[in-house]
């Protein structure tokens, strides 16, 4: 259920092999630049599970996550809908087949859904974390987002730049959200004080 991967300079989630730890490949339309860069970060033993609020049970993200290495670490909603497609698909039963309840677009949807819910629990400091495996990008030359795997992500400083600045755009709605409760306080100061630092640092290195 997953195949072993250690270090961002041995095996990717899909099980390639690197040419070492400055290596570099390319994936998407226009192509992203991957640098292995050693991170210590690791997954053992690739395993899935859901998150809350998912449409699918961890038996069946198991099979989700399975099925979708096979896209080597980056797809569209349109080919997870098409490789459910087949009656014989692990996961056909996630999608509604019935074209009079649901059109194409839907099932769209659908793919976005149960990508998004999606986790892969990886090792952090010796302790197993789920975490999301896969996140909504921009790659140059491509005008469609694309879901790249957590792996791709944190080898790319582009995708990784966009997946933190998503995240800290979350952090500050949910800031302005809750503002007016002191109990808050001092998490809301802390994501405003993370945010202005991290523009600053991004304002620094486009300047150079």
Not at 94 to 120: C, K, M, P, S, T
Request: proline share 2%; aromatic share 6%.
């Amino acid at each position: 259920m997953g195949r072993t991967v250690e270090d961002w300079n041995g095996e990717s989630c899909t099980g390639r092999k690197r040419s070492g730890s400055t290596g570099t490949e390319r994936i998407g339309g226009g192509g992203i630049a991957l640098a292995s860069v050693g991170l210590k970060w690791r997954v053992r033993m690739a395993k899935y599970k859901r998150s809350p609020g998912a449409r699918f049970s961890n038996k069946q993200a198991a099979l989700l996550g399975t099925l979708l290495e096979r896209f080597d670490g980056a797809l569209k909603p349109k080919q997870l809908v098409d490789a459910a497609r087949p009656k014989t698909s692990p996961v056909h039963s996630l999608f509604e087949w019935n074209d009079g309840r649901a059109a194409e677009q839907f099932r769209l949807v659908q793919a976005r859904d149960h990508i998004n819910h999606l986790r892969i629990v990886v090792q952090i400091d010796g302790a197993d974390r789920p975490t999301k495996a896969y996140h909504s990008v921009v790659i140059e030359g491509d005008d469609d987002r694309t879901y790249a795997s957590v792996a791709i992500v944190r080898r790319s400083v582009e995708l990784r730049q966009q997946v933190v600045q998503q995240a800290l755009n979350e952090a500050e709605r949910w800031a302005e959200r809750y503002r007016e409760y002191r109990e808050l306080y001092e998490i809301i100061r802390a994501v405003k004080k993370t945010t202005r630092k991290h523009k600053r640092k991004h304002d620094l290195a486009s300047v150079a």
